[in-house]
């Protein structure tokens, strides 16, 4: 089993940052892929990014240029910094990570980007 623990989500003005993390622990060896999704109110839950392990990286076309995904792995870490954040950038961002034969995920992480 793997668990995992978000922070780092909050209030920001728009054009403004933050930097999501989210803290794995367990089986981390089985672990094939760590991304976010996000889900906006009254919206259906979409991909965000994610990152394999050996460091390839995908982005939806919305956030490409403006979040980065990476991750550590010394210390089981997974982090989305995001920039210029718009009001439709407001979610529940979820980060989840992949094994060979589950998916986890974690409870998730308030993001308000509003004036």
């Known amino acids: 089993q793997v668990q995992l623990v978000e922070s780092g989500g909050g209030l920001v003005q728009p054009g403004g940052s933050l930097r999501l993390s989210c803290a794995a622990s367990g089986s981390i060896s089985s672990i094939n892929v760590m991304g976010w999704d996000r889900q906006a109110p009254g919206k259906q839950r979409e991909s965000v990014a994610f990152?394999?392990?050996?460091?390839?990286?995908h982005y939806a076309d919305s956030v490409r240029g403006r979040f980065t995904i990476s991750r550590n792995n010394v210390k089981n870490t997974l982090y989305l910094q995001m920039h210029s954040l718009k009001p439709e950038n407001t979610a529940v961002y979820y980060c989840?990570?992949?094994?060979?034969?589950?998916?986890?995920w974690g409870q998730g992480t308030q993001v308000t980007v509003s004036s």
């Open positions: 989840y990570v992949l094994t060979s034969e589950l998916g986890y």
């Open positions: 990152i394999t392990n050996v460091g390839g990286t």
